[in-house]
C-alpha cells in the first residue's frame, strides 16, 4: 500500500455533534500495558505480510471471553457490497474451524462456518462455545467468488462467558504475566454503541512513530466506494491538522480502510469522517495523538 499524500481541504463540513475516540487508560497499569503494544498495532512492519488481509484487533493464540469483536483488515483493496461489481473490490467472509474453499470458481458457502459480511461491514460480534477455534478471514468479489486473498489462519481459545465472568486485572507483581491478558480482553470487548466511526488501532492521545498505519472502522453502516448510490453505506475522509494549522484532508473514496500516514513529529487532531456516496455527512470522530519521531525510509 502507498503511502498517501494529504491535501488542503477547501472547507470545513457543517457542525456536526462530535463523538470523542475512547481515551488511554486513566489506570498507570493499564495505560503502561496498552502502550507497550503500540509499535505492534502501528509499525509498517505489518505490512511485511504476504497477504493483504489481516485480523485488526487479533492475533493467534489470543484469550477471549465470548461474545468477542473481530474486526476486518484489507489493503490494496476496497469494500463494497455483494452484488456490487467494481474491480479490486469485494468484502468480507469468515471462516470458523473450517478450511478454505477447495475452489476458486465456485461461490463461498453460506453456513455457521463461512459468515459472509455482505453489507460491506468492517467488525462483527462473534459468540463462540468454550475451548480453541480456527479463524481466517477470505476476501470475494460481489458473487461471492473468492479472490483468494486471505489472512493467515489464527487459533483463538474461548475461556469464559463475558457475562459470567469478571474482566482480567493487571497484577502489579506479575506484570508480565497478567499485561497480556488484560490487553487481549480490551482489544476483543466489543463496543456499546450501535453507530459509530472509530479508528481501530490508536486511542486519543496516543504517541505513534511515523510513518505508521491507520486502521479505520465503522459500526451500523457498510462501506462503500464515493458515488455507487448503496443505501446505508459510506466511504472514510480524514481531516488532519497539526497545532491548530489548516486541516489537509485524506479522502479513502475507493473503500479503502487502511492507509499509511507520514508525518513530522508533533501533535496532531484527526477528524474520522464518514460520508455517504453523495457526500453527506454521516458520522463523525475525533482523536489528538502525538507523532514523537518520523523515520525517512528510503526511496524505491
Known sequence: ???????????????????????????????????????????????????????????????VRTPFWIEFGIRGMGVIPAGQKREKSGHHHLLID??????????????????????????????????????????????HRPYYVFSRQITVNVIANRTQSAPPRIDPERFSETCPK?????????????????????????????????????????????????????????????NRSAPTRMRLSDGQTEAILDLSPGEYQLEVLFLASDGQLLLKNQLTLTVATQVHLPRK
Open 182 to 242: 488484560w490487553y487481549q480482553d480490551q482489544v476483543s470487548t466489543p463496543p456499546s454503541e450501535s453507530k459509530l466511526v472509530y479508528v481501530k488501532n490508536i486511542r486519543d492521545g496516543e504517541s505513534v512513530d511515523s510513518p505508521f498505519v491507520i486502521k479505520l472502522g465503522v459500526i451500523g453502516l457498510g462501506v462503500a466506494p464515493e458515488k455507487t448510490s448503496i443505501p446505508d453505506t459510506g466511504y472514510f475522509v480524514l481531516n488532519i491538522r497539526k
Open 1 to 63: 500500500m502507498r503511502a498517501y499524500k494529504v491535501f488542503p481541504a477547501l472547507a470545513l463540513l457543517m457542525l456536526f455533534n462530535m463523538v470523542i475516540a475512547k481515551p488511554l487508560p486513566e489506570d498507570p497499569l493499564e495505560r503502561r500495558c496498552w502502550l507497550q503494544y503500540t509499535a505492534e498495532r502501528t509499525s509498517l512492519s505489518l505490512f511485511a505480510e504476504s497477504t493483504p488481509v489481516t485480523f485488526s484487533n487479533l492475533v493467534d493464540g489470543f484469550q
Open 98 to 143: 473450517t478450511p478454505l474453499p477447495p475452489s476458486v470458481a465456485d461461490p463461498i458457502p453460506f453456513s455457521d462456518k463461512y459468515r459472509h459480511f455482505g453489507k460491506g461491514q468492517t467488525a462483527t460480534l462473534l459468540d463462540l462455545p468454550p475451548g480453541p477455534h480456527t479463524l481466517r478471514l477470505l476476501f470475494a468479489d460481489y458473487d
